[in-house]
C-alpha cells in the first residue's frame, strides 16, 4: 500500500507543528499501513478518522487498483482515548477478501482490550457502521486552516476561543451555508478591514 504524495505533504506539515524530533508522522502512518497489509489479505484501503475540537481529520491510504476492487469485508474500530478527551478516533479497513478480518478483529479486539461495539466487522454490508457520514464531514487541512483563521478574526474581535468556534458554527446554521465558506468570507472581510502592508 502506498501513501499518496498529498497525505506525504500533509503528514510532513503535522509533523512539523508538532516541533518533536522524535514524531515522524509519514513513517507511523507508513507503518500502521505495512503491518495491516501483512496481516489482513488483500487490503483495499485504510482509513483514520478523528474528531479534535469538533472538527474531523482523515488520513486514508489506498492500493493503486482500488478504484477496481469490490470491498466485501471491512473492520471499523472505534478507539478510545485513556485520558477520557473525549476526543473520537475510528480506524476502518476494507478488503477485497470475504472474512479476512474476523481473526484480525478478534487479536486487535484482545490486544487494546476492546469491548462492545469498539469492533464492527462488515458494518457497511448491512448499512451500519459505516463511514460515510463521518467521510462526508471531514475537512481537509487546507480548509481547517482557513476555518482556523477566521476563528482568529472573531477572536481578534474580542471573542474567547470557543466562542469564536461557537459564532463561526452559529453564522453557518443561520445562513444554511457550509462553514467552511462562511469562514472564507470571514477572510474576505477581513481583509478589507486589515489590509496588508504595503511594500
Request: hydrophobic content about 45%.
Amino acid at each position: 500500500m502506498k501513501l499518496q504524495p498529498r497525505l506525504l505533504a500533509d503528514l510532513a506539515q503535522l509533523t512539523t507543528a508538532l516541533d518533536s524530533s522524535a514524531v515522524d508522522l509519514a513513517q507511523l502512518v507508513d507503518r500502521l499501513s505495512s503491518d495491516i497489509d501483512a496481516a489482513v489479505s488483500a487490503v483495499v484501503s485504510i482509513t483514520l478518522t478523528m474528531m479534535v475540537d469538533g472538527e474531523r481529520f482523515e488520513v486514508s491510504a489506498a492500493t493503486a487498483n482500488s478504484d477496481d476492487l469490490v470491498v466485501v469485508s471491512s473492520l471499523r474500530l472505534t478507539l478510545t482515548e485513556p485520558r477520557g478527551t473525549g476526543a473520537e478516533k475510528v480506524l476502518l479497513i476494507r478488503s477485497s477478501t470475504a472474512g479476512a478480518l474476523v481473526d484480525f478483529a478478534a487479536d486487535v479486539s484482545y490486544s487494546l482490550g476492546l469491548t462492545g461495539d469498539s469492533a464492527v466487522l462488515d458494518g457497511h454490508l448491512s448499512g451500519t457502521g459505516d463511514s460515510t457520514s463521518i467521510e462526508s464531514a471531514v475537512r481537509t487541512l487546507a480548509a481547517v486552516s482557513e476555518m482556523n483563521r477566521a476563528i482568529g478574526v472573531i477572536i481578534a474581535g474580542g471573542r474567547s476561543a470557543a466562542e469564536a468556534r461557537a459564532e463561526l458554527h452559529r453564522l453557518a446554521a443561520q445562513s444554511g451555508a457550509p462553514t467552511i465558506e462562511v469562514a472564507r468570507r470571514i477572510l474576505r472581510d477581513a481583509r478589507g478591514w486589515f489590509p496588508p502592508p504595503g511594500p
